[in-house]
């Protein structure tokens, strides 16, 4: 353990934090920097290094992972000012576990090269309960001979690590499964709200789709309904889970991507429409399973 | 066996054909009317009585099944000039397997209890595989008490009899399920092709969603992109399966039914649009995952 | 003016009230009939005959007006117990002003025919104040010669009587504008809100939209942000004007008109969608033009 | 005449062509460059300076028009490797008719400014026949005080010059003129499609639609049903007008300005998918009216 050499993490917020805290469980020594100074805290008491730069982390330590809330943030991040490009290594691995622009990615994957680094985007699945628990999953893009390198600090905090291909395919495929979940999810809402209306008792609809070609993760494992099942966000008035906020942003990545490659997404970009109108109807911060509630509302007139 | 009374059948096309000889193979002798005489045919040879019209199977049978394309032939074999209440017994047991209106269903059972009779609506799914095979899923609204008396027939024609609730609630459920699979379905389709403009491996993402939440029937048992599934219609140039345009009618019927309670079926009303335009372009006859190819064609500019 | 044959008006509901006070302010004696007494009452002061059923009506007036909320309740006024056509006299004129399924209106004309009377449907656009102004615009569908002896009637209500061809074809001018106007609503809404957004000013933005390509009705006469313009219903917190409610029943009469002919309506179907969702959350009774408000609310995270 | 400075030109396509052509004939000496050396032909006929890059022109002349096809050539022209911001003069004026995401017209103003010059975004409405007669509208946006100076260029080429606030503003006015255009147009499409289909006389409902509540210029400049008007593409086979390509990318710009901005357009993220849909199925280069076309399709079967 003594001779593992140190890993720098960028972005302690509510998934950075569990995350880099599973690296220094496994034995690895950590360098850490966030933007907000007070997130350090912990990691200090943990005998960890706190840096004052992105940059500082590039001097230190030639592996580093990035958690930042969106494109912009690792823009700077990487590129910025006091970046880690502009102290980063020959030969350093550096793995962006954000959620972003596959575009932002491969640009980054692009300016890390040009100083001899390597680049790999791994988005995560799996919400702060995974993360804690060391049981998210990876979704790897970049250069395939690196792979195994990354693979061997991601399986500290999570449990499934799939190489995806060339740099920004782990977005994507984060992107995809995400945008079809917002789908099936909304569907779902619907079907369940069209079959109670029409007379249907809601456990015995959800038992009829989850047998027949309806069946989903939303209808089948997290239904929307409450009273369908226990131990799901629609049990405990929608609190936990995976916010409408979050759906909302990752759904605005899927219509950017879409955008840029001319790929026809009607109920995507109507998936991302409804999401958008809920954050503003005061459901930002309630799980995304609460669509249903949203459309169930009825006519007071 | 030999002591069994007969079955009234109304409606021998491509369903009602496999489930009534699926009858006659329990040993039942079956009355036959289709408005096509030649449709009858088969059932003369199998030593079936064939009729002249709706009412004359009601006269001679109290047990009727009828199997129709739309909610103005259930009204007409219902209730038109030579229909089944014009000379249905009293006590009869009537139960309709069409795909209909829940409205028109309620109807037609009040117009039978008018009569003495009682009416159940019963419709399938599975295709013409699952009828030829017996083996057929039947969701059934209706006076519950009558319930058993009904599954004794179905359960020659199906394997899962599954009772909903009051009359309508078997076209309720039909409606529900087949409306989130075609939304999950052509979520499918446009999660699949954005992944693969984006750089990713069909079957590498069809495996990446089938493990995460993005998972559904259309992913797992039925994927909509060539190359990626054997067995399935897309593995056939979506031939075989369930044909576009009943689909369409299918969102047509769940679209009145959201109508008419003032449901918001966002992705239903869209999935239904998907499906028109889809008919009119050409596919009408194709099974409906074919979703995926009217959504990849590339623009040629 | 006193050999004025007496004409029969049955609804007399906010529209209903001062469209038959208009026949009696150009001469015409009016026998009414509503399902609510009391609604008869300024009428019996006005020295009208008041009766008990539309039955009686038809008995005593070979001419008769109907304005009527929905499609059930026209064809229980015109086909039910005491309806109508159980009294009607042979060549009688009956006029439906009511905005319902054109489906509907074609059995009603039918079911008059066999009676030997002629139906034609007149849904009028312009609201209360048109109606009490007397300046609605009628659209008539029915047979050609009959119009002008229809004519006559509606000039005393309205300034535009417009012959639209065959019975149902006056509800689907009706429906077809209604249709265009609710899509035409929401895209001015979507616009202004965005331009706003991206920092235009709302008046500026306007005069640029009503010198272009952009240019409509709900742009140029009553566009839908409050202090763009004076006079409107967004100038007065939305109330007044067009109801949420009564916009959602129109998109859902275009709806099932547009399922019953396989017309694809992929913006009309959305419209209607986000009309039903308006009146779930609190816009049933606010003009349409609230759409604006419904979308504009921020996201307070 | 001879007193004028030259003013640059950069980007001389299908509209810069003709519009630069505008300003030689109102007396100011032109010089051009263009990716395409054969498109500096004509200008090298009537006398032009054609230079070798977007610095060569910067070096020339301190007032300098460019109109581009997309953000990235945009970007390459101003900040490239041999981009005007390599050469640009202090206090040149930089004007930019592309129309482009206005996020990224101020990130130029911003590079711009840094070396001293100013940059306004200028885009235009109106095709090629606009521009060849010279009288495009142009939707300015920048820093007021500048703005006469660039009125005085942009009059040369247009009839109507409009100061929209600071700099994106013009962007903003034509994509949000844009997207409802396109919204209204397929609403016109959809309601003269049912109305056909429910039995009026497209002239006729046109007509009716003109002066009721559902006009609009798609519906009573540009009408999309051939036979109804002449002189408008539709009358025409679709051919000339607005390419479907284009408003493709037009309502690209707005989904992305309406995600950056968290605004929800329900209607125009819709629009942008049936326009997306209508380039993969051979209608590029058709005018965008032609949505009519791809509605009206019937189904074969």
Same mark, same amino acid.
């Given at each position: $353990?003594?001779?593992?050499? !140190? ?148 399986? *500290? ?34 079907? $369940? ?22 069946? *989903? ?8 309904? !409450?009273?369908? $099942? ?48 809920? *954050? ?22």
């Amino acid at each position: $353990m003594a001779s593992k050499t !140190p890993v720098g993490f960028i972005g302690l917020g509510n998934m950075g934090n569990p995350m880099a805290k599973n690296l220094v469980k496994h034995g690895y020594p950590v360098i850490v920097y966030d933007v907000f100074p007070e997130a350090c805290k912990d990691f200090q008491d943990l005998g960890a290094q706190v840096t004052e730069s992105p940059a500082d982390v590039a001097e230190r330590a030639d592996r580093i992972i990035t958690m930042l809330p969106s494109s912009p943030h690792a823009k700077e991040v990487y590129t910025g000012a006091n970046g880690i490009l502009k102290k980063v290594k020959k030969g350093s691995l550096l793995i962006d576990s954000s959620t972003i622009d596959p575009v932002v990615s491969k640009e980054l994957a692009k300016a890390a090269e040009n100083t001899g680094a390597v680049f790999m985007d791994a988005p995560v699945s799996g919400g702060v309960g995974a993360a804690l628990a060391g049981n998210l999953t990876f979704m790897v893009g970049g250069v395939e001979q690196e792979f195994n390198a990354a693979k061997e600090l991601l399986t *500290c905090m999570g449990s499934n690590v799939i190489y995806c291909g060339e740099v920004g395919t782990g977005q994507a495929a984060k992107i995809c499964n995400n945008m079809l979940l917002a789908i099936s999810m909304i569907g779902t809402a619907e079907a $369940m709200n069209l079959g109670i209306r029409l007379g249907l008792d809601p456990k015995l609809l959800a038992k009829i789709l989850n047998m027949s070609s309806g069946r *989903c993760w939303s209808s089948d494992t997290y239904n929307p309904v !409450p009273g369908v $099942m226990e131990g799901v966000p629609s049990a405990n008035n929608y609190q936990g889970g995976f916010g409408t906020t979050l759906m909302a942003k990752d759904l605005g990545l899927a219509q950017i991507s879409a955008t840029n490659t001319k790929t026809p997404v009607p109920l995507g970009s109507q998936a991302h429409q409804i999401y958008r109108m809920m *954050c503003a109807k005061g459901y930002a911060l309630k799980d995304f399973s609460a669509v249903f509630q949203f459309l169930r509302e009825e006519e007071s007139l």
